[in-house]
């Protein structure tokens, strides 16, 4: 048996090579230590702290970037309030806190630890919507129309209070009618009622970006569970009601935030994800399952053969959602200057998008923030446009090298969990077949791995029975046989 690996050592070491910078500089820990809470603000500051806010995360967040809230119209329509956290209020542009997060420009998660691209002094407390805590934030709010149609909308600066710290797996429980609504829920009908009427409305929102012709996508990523730093187990997070809520409010309030800047007339950073060069192969991806695409990209007809399938072969379609992912290729951010035409995301179906939700872990999110305050403040973009295209570059750049970090680290935990089991059966599907080999994901464990020896004939979707014939912890190799 191969000897365990320091899982968290091997992360900070890819870290290193991947140009991170995993540890905070002496400067850094200067500037945390002089921190108290956010300045109080000015009269422009809205207060909603008397608002029932909400949040709703994975169990295990502490660094909490967004909280919503809706209310019903006379109209009929539904305003929705998603309330960001103002982490510009406490990092100040060109400060060390600053630099370092230029420089990482993103979070990065490894499953056994993570590199959090803030202190955890400010992430997890002064610049997260904790519960129970009075905080800064940018509200971004927008009414939807009963089919789900989004229409007039604003962004403004506010202090809130968040008043119940909800997770993924209990309130999507509770929604899909699986189990009893969470103790904070049960204990506030008010809150019950938020949650409900939130759901309702991301509903709609959901129903109206499918029949636009944004994509529904479900992948597999299993993520490690360690205790004191051996892996036990590789879980699956899936998709429920509670993570679509948050998916479709934030997607909305991303268009916003883009609709307001642009609007304003000064450049911003845009997510963008272009109709996909490999098209033709997802038309002949198509053709093996037969159905057929038009010879031109369209989101709204990918759309369409990816609902067909999850009703067709359910326990496929996560491989499938996976060669699609990568047949289109990552996203990357790109500077839209004033009068530009947008290039949009093919994906959600939008011609405007940007990130802007998640300032705690992404530092374009800090950078749009930063224009948006000051054209609330009636001042100047603070970033010449060239400026905002390095910030751009650096943050594709930096989210490409976070992807092979946490790919990396994914796989020498997989390898680690199965190091003890040489010689043993699994069931799989195979998830890739090319000149570069042949790729198979076992059931349970969620382990990705190669096929050395019998592959001939394996094709993707194949449902097979492989034999672990050697797991390399410090490499994430992990070798199958037939």
């Known amino acids: 048996m191969t000897d365990p690996i320091d899982l968290r050592a091997a992360a900070h070491q890819e870290m290193i090579r991947e140009g991170f910078e995993p540890d905070f500089p002496p400067a850094v820990a200067a500037e945390v230590a002089a921190f108290q809470d956010a300045p109080?603000?000015?009269?422009?500051?809205?207060?909603?702290?008397?608002?029932?806010?909400?949040?709703?995360?994975?169990?295990?967040?502490?660094?909490?970037?967004?909280?919503?809230?809706?209310?019903?119209?006379?109209?009929?329509?539904?305003?929705?309030?998603?309330?960001?956290?103002?982490?510009?209020?406490?990092?100040?542009?060109?400060?060390?806190?600053?630099?370092?997060?230029?420089h990482n420009t993103t979070s990065v998660y490894c499953g056994v630890t993570m590199f959090p691209m803030l202190p955890t002094q400010l992430s997890t407390d002064l610049t997260s919507l904790n519960e129970n805590v009075d905080r800064l934030a940018i509200v971004i709010e927008f009414v939807v129309q009963a089919d789900g149609t989004s229409g007039a909308h604003d962004v403004y600066r506010a202090r809130l209070r968040n008043r119940a710290q909800l997770d993924y797996p209990s309130v999507g429980g509770w929604l899909e009618g699986r189990s009893n609504a969470p103790s904070k829920l049960a204990a506030s009908r008010d809150l019950e009622a938020q949650v409900t009427a939130q759901d309702k409305v991301a509903q709609a929102l959901r129903t109206q970006r499918h029949r636009a012709g944004a994509l529904d996508l479900e992948t597999i990523e299993a993520t490690p569970v360690a205790t004191n730093g051996k892996v036990t187990d590789l879980t699956v997070h899936r998709k429920n009601r509670a993570t679509m809520l948050i998916e479709d409010f934030m997607i909305s309030a991303n268009v916003t935030m883009?609709?307001?800047?642009?609007?304003?007339?000064?450049?911003?950073?845009?997510?963008?994800?272009?109709?996909?060069?490999?098209?033709?192969?997802?038309?002949?991806?198509?053709?093996?399952?037969?159905?057929?695409?038009?010879?031109?990209?369209?989101?709204?007809?990918?759309?369409?053969?990816?609902?067909?399938?999850?009703?067709?072969?359910?326990?496929?379609?996560?491989?499938?959602?996976?060669?699609?992912?990568?047949?289109?290729?990552?996203?990357?951010?790109?500077?839209?200057?004033?009068?530009?035409?947008?290039?949009?995301?093919?994906?959600?179906?939008?011609?405007?998008?940007?990130?802007?939700?998640a300032p705690n872990r992404r530092f374009a999110d800090l950078v749009m923030q930063r224009l948006l305050k000051s054209i609330l403040a009636g001042n100047g973009t603070?970033?010449?446009?060239?400026?905002?295209?390095?910030?751009?570059?650096?943050?594709?750049?930096?989210?490409?090298?976070?992807?092979?970090?946490?790919?990396?680290?994914?796989?020498?935990?997989?390898?680690?969990?199965?190091?003890?089991?040489?010689?043993?059966?699994?069931?799989?599907?195979?998830?890739?077949?090319?000149?570069?080999?042949?790729?198979?994901?076992?059931?349970?464990?969620?382990?990705?791995?190669?096929?050395?020896?019998?592959?001939?004939?394996?094709?993707?979707?194949?449902?097979?029975?492989?034999?672990?014939?050697?797991?390399?912890?410090?490499?994430?190799?992990?070798?199958?046989?037939?």
């Open 382 to 482: 603070p970033y010449p446009n060239e400026v905002l295209t390095a910030v751009a570059t650096r943050c594709t750049l930096m989210e490409d090298a976070a992807r092979k970090v946490e790919r990396t680290s994914r796989k020498q935990a997989a390898a680690q969990l199965l190091a003890g089991r040489i010689g043993d059966s699994f069931d799989a599907i195979v998830t890739g077949a090319n000149p570069k080999g042949t790729f198979v994901r076992t059931i349970n464990p969620p382990a990705e791995g190669m096929v050395v020896r019998g592959q001939h004939g394996m094709d993707v979707g194949d449902r097979v029975t492989v034999k672990l014939l050697s797991a390399d912890p410090a490499r994430g190799f992990i070798d199958f046989g037939r």
């Open 40 to 102: 109080a603000g000015d009269a422009s500051i809205r207060d909603l702290r008397d608002l029932p806010w909400s949040s709703i995360d994975n169990p295990e967040s502490r660094d909490l970037d967004q909280v919503e809230y809706v209310e019903a119209l006379p109209s009929g329509d539904t305003r929705v309030l998603v309330g960001i956290a103002d982490v510009d209020a406490l990092v100040r542009q060109s400060s060390a806190i600053d630099q370092h997060s230029a």
């Open 258 to 357: 883009a609709t307001f800047i642009e609007a304003k007339g000064i450049a911003s950073i845009r997510r963008v994800v272009k109709a996909p060069e490999r098209w033709n192969r997802m038309i002949t991806l198509a053709q093996t399952l037969g159905e057929k695409l038009p010879a031109e990209p369209d989101s709204g007809a990918l759309a369409q053969f990816l609902t067909k399938r999850r009703a067709a072969d359910p326990d496929h379609f996560p491989d499938l959602s996976l060669s699609i992912v990568k047949l289109m290729g990552p996203g990357e951010y790109a500077v839209l200057l004033p009068g530009q035409k947008a290039e949009g995301h093919f994906g959600l179906a939008v011609p405007d998008y940007t990130h802007s939700t």
